[in-house]
C-alpha cells in the first residue's frame, strides 16, 4: 500500500466535506412537501438523467452561460472547474493504468507523483504526464486571469467584483494556492527523479539549480495536502458551496421544483449555489445610480448564508429582475427575495370585509378588460383602450370599471402571501361570473400575475398581445405617423413575462422606433416599482432620469411604453412626451 502521513490533512478534509454536505443535502431534500419529494424520485429514474448530466457539463463544468457574458471571465471560471475535474479524471485513469488493483485510494490520483517516482515502471508515461502537465498549466492559466480580475476587473467586462466575507477570503486563498503548490511538489519531485512532465521536468530541473530539492520535496507534499484541507473546511462556509451545490440543484429542476412563496429546501440550495460571481452588481441601479449595494443578490445570498439579513436587503429593491436576467446560475432571485420578505412578516390579516360588496353582476361578453390599479391612476390609458374597444367595435365588459380590487401583485411584493390569496380569491368569482374567454390587462404587472398565479381557465393578454392579435386578424387598420420614438420595455411585461415582440410588431406598423442598447432584456427599470419600500421620491427621479436619459436616443421624439406605472414615473423626468402603447394605438387606429 502507498501510504505517507502527509496524506491525512488531505484525506480528513475530504472525508469530513463529502459526510458534511451529505448531512445537508439530505436534510434540505427531506424538508421539501411529500409531491417534490416524489417527484425528484420520478426525474431519478427518467430520461431526465441525460438532460441533468448535460447541463452539469454545460454550466457547472464549462460555465457555457458565463462564457456567453464574457469569454475571458468564461474561460476563467472554466479552468478551475473543468480542469479540476479533468484533473481528477486523468489522475483515476493514470492509477488505473500505474496499478493492478482497482480499488485504490482517494488520495492516489491527487499526490500520484510522490508515490511513482521511477518512470521506466510506468505504461503510457509519457501521455500521462503531458496531459497532467497540459491540464495544470489549463489552471494556472485561470488563476492568473482571476488574480487579473482582482485588480482590473474591466478586463473581463465587469465594472465591480464582489467584496469577500472573511470565510470566503480562507477559502479563496487555499483554492489560489492549491494549484500553484502542487505545481512546486510535483516540479521538486521531478527535478530529482525526472518523472515530470514537459511543464513539471523543467520547472524541476529551474528550482534544483536554485535549491536543495532534497529537503524541501517533503514539506512542499505536506504543504499541497494541509492547504487542500484548509479549502475542504472551509468550503461549506464560504461562496465555493456553489461548487457542489449547483449540481444538487441542477437535479431538482430537472425534476421540475423551483422557489415559490416560500422559503425551502430548494431555497437554500439556490441561496448556497451562488457563487458570489459579481455579475449581478454591475446590472442593478440601484447600485448603478445610488450605490446602494445590500439588495443585489451577491450580497444578499452572502448575508443569508450568515444568519445575518438586514431589512433594507429586502425591501430595498424594486424587483425588476435584472440581476435574475443576469445571474448565470439562474437563480430565482426575486421569488426568494418575495419568500423572504413573507418570512420577516408577522402575519395579522388585514380586513377584506368591503370585499363582499363587490359585485360579481356582469354583462356577458368575449372580452373582459381589467385596467388594474394603475391604470386608474393613469385615466389616459383607461380611456384609450375603451375608445379601442368602441373603434374597432368590440364589446367588452369593465370589470373594475369602479375602482375595484387590485390584482393582488403588490401584496405579493410585500411578502404579504395570504393576504394576496384573499383578494386574488375574490377577483377570480369576479372573472369567471363575466363568462369572458379573454382577460385583457393594461398593466403588466396585473398580468403578469393573471398569467402565471390565477391558473384561470381563460386566455390572459396584455393589450399589447391583443393589439398584435388583431393586427394579425386583420382587425386593426392603422395609420402610420411620422414620429421617431424609443419603446421601454416594462419589467414585468419584457422580463419578467417575456413580452418583447407583441408591442414591437404593432409599433412598428406606425412609427419609426429607435433601437438602444437598454431593450428587450437588457431594459431598465423606470424606478417606480411597487417593490421598493425604501425608495424615497428623490431615489425614484433619479433612477428614472438616468433610465430616461440611456434610452432616449438623440433622434427620439418620445417616449412609448406599456405600462402605467412606468408612465407615470417616466413623466416626472421626460422633458419629451412619454405615451402608453394604447394611446399611439388609439390614435392611429383608422375609423
Ligand atoms: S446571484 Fe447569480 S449573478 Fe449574482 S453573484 Fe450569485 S451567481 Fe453571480
Ligand atoms: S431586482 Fe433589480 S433592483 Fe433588485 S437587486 Fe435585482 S437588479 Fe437590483
Ligand atoms: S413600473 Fe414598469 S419599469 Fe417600473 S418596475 Fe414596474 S414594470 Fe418595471
Known amino acids: 500500500m502507498k501510504f505517507d502521513w502527509f496524506v491525512v490533512p488531505f484525506a480528513v478534509g475530504l472525508v469530513g466535506l463529502i459526510l458534511f454536505l451529505t448531512l445537508k443535502y439530505v436534510r434540505w431534500i427531506l424538508s421539501l412537501p411529500k409531491e417534490e419529494r416524489k417527484k425528484i424520485r420520478k ?6 438523467i441525460f438532460a441533468f448530466v448535460w447541463e452539469v457539463f454545460r454550466e457547472a463544468l464549462l460555465h457555457v452561460r458565463i462564457f456567453k457574458k464574457n469569454i475571458i471571465l468564461g474561460y476563467m471560471h472554466s479552468s478551475f472547474a473543468f480542469g479540476w475535474f479533468l484533473l481528477i479524471v486523468f489522475g483515476a485513469i493514470e492509477v488505473e493504468f500505474a496499478n493492478s488493483r482497482h480499488a485504490n485510494h482517494l488520495y492516489e490520483p491527487i499526490f500520484f507523483r510522490f508515490f511513482h517516482r521511477d518512470p521506466s515502471v510506468l505504461e503510457h508515461h509519457a501521455f500521462f504526464t503531458f496531459i497532467m502537465d497540459a491540464i495544470l498549466l489549463y489552471i494556472l492559466s485561470g488563476l492568473l486571469l482571476a488574480l487579473t480580475k482582482r ?19 480562507i477559502a479563496l486563498y487555499s483554492l489560489w494556492l492549491i494549484f500553484p503548490l502542487r505545481l512546486l511538489a510535483e516540479s521538486s519531485t521531478a527535478g530529482i527523479y525526472a518523472n515530470g512532465g514537459f511543464m513539471t521536468n523543467h520547472v524541476g530541473s529551474f528550482l534544483a539549480n536554485l ?19 484548509l479549502f475542504f473546511a472551509f468550503l461549506p462556509f464560504s461562496r465555493y458551496m456553489h461548487i457542489p451545490t449547483e449540481i444538487v440543484l441542477i437535479a431538482l429542476r430537472q425534476a421540475g421544483i423551483y422557489t415559490k412563496n416560500k422559503i425551502t429546501g430548494f431555497s437554500q440550495l439556490e441561496i448556497n449555489a451562488c457563487s458570489s460571481c459579481g455579475i449581478c452588481i454591475d446590472a442593478c441601479q440601484i447600485q448603478d445610480v445610488l450605490g446602494r449595494q445590500n439588495m443585489i443578490p451577491a450580497y444578499l445570498f452572502q448575508k443569508i448564508r450568515h444568519e445575518k439579513v438586514l431589512k433594507p436587503a429586502l425591501y430595498d429593491c424594486l424587483i425588476c429582475g435584472r440581476c435574475e436576467e443576469a445571474c448565470p446560475v439562474n ?4 421569488n426568494i427575495k418575495v419568500a423572504k420578505r413573507n418570512e420577516k412578516l408577522n402575519h395579522k390579516h388585514q380586513q377584506y370585509d368591503y ?14 378588460y ?6 386608474h391612476l393613469t385615466p389616459s390609458i383607461k380611456k384609450a383602450m375603451v375608445s379601442i374597444f368602441e373603434k374597432t367595435h368590440t364589446p367588452f365588459t369593465f370589470i373594475d370599471e369602479d375602482g375595484s380590487i387590485c390584482c393582488g401583485r403588490p401584496l405579493q411584493l410585500s411578502g404579504k402571501i395570504e393576504d394576496a ?15 369572458a374567454e379573454i382577460l385583457v390587462t393594461s398593466c403588466p404587472i396585473c398580468y403578469k400575475v393573471f398569467n402565471e398565479e390565477y391558473q384561470l381557465a381563460i386566455k390572459v393578454m396584455h393589450h399589447s398581445q391583443l393589439f398584435d392579435l388583431w393586427s394579425k386578424q386583420g382587425k386593426l387598420k392603422l395609420n402610420a405617423q411620422p414620429i421617431k420614438a424609443s419603446y421601454h420595455d416594462p419589467c414585468d411585461l419584457g422580463r419578467g413575462s417575456h413580452v418583447y415582440d407583441a408591442p414591437r410588431h404593432i409599433l412598428n406598423q406606425v412609427i419609426t422606433l429607435q433601437e438602444t442598447a437598454y431593450q428587450k432584456e437588457h431594459s431598465l427599470c423606470c424606478g417606480g416599482s411597487l417593490g421598493n419600500f425604501y425608495f424615497q421620491e428623490k431615489d425614484k427621479v433619479q433612477v428614472a432620469q438616468d433610465a430616461y436619459d440611456k434610452i432616449m436616443t438623440n433622434h427620439s421624439e418620445m417616449l412609448i411604453t406599456s405600462c402605467p406605472l412606468c408612465k407615470k414615473t417616466f413623466q416626472k423626468v421626460a422633458e419629451k412626451p412619454v405615451i402608453d402603447l394604447a394611446e399611439i394605438i388609439d390614435k392611429a387606429l383608422m375609423q
Open 43 to 48: 426525474s431519478f429514474f427518467s430520461t431526465k
Open 151 to 169: 485588480l482590473y476587473s474591466r478586463l473581463m467586462g465587469m465594472k465591480k467584483t464582489t467584496r469577500l466575507y472573511w470565510t470566503d477570503k
Open 211 to 229: 535549491l536543495p530539492l532534497e529537503k524541501i520535496m517533503y514539506p512542499l507534499w505536506w504543504m499541497y495536502s494541509i492547504d487542500l484541507f
Open 331 to 334: 437563480i430565482n432571485i426575486l
Open 355 to 368: 370585499l363582499r360588496q363587490v359585485t360579481t353582476e356582469l354583462p356577458k361578453t368575449q372580452i373582459a
Open 370 to 375: 381589467f385596467a388594474g390599479c394603475m391604470s
Open 421 to 435: 390569496k384573499i383578494l386574488m380569491q375574490k377577483n377570480k368569482e369576479i372573472i369567471a361570473a363575466s363568462g
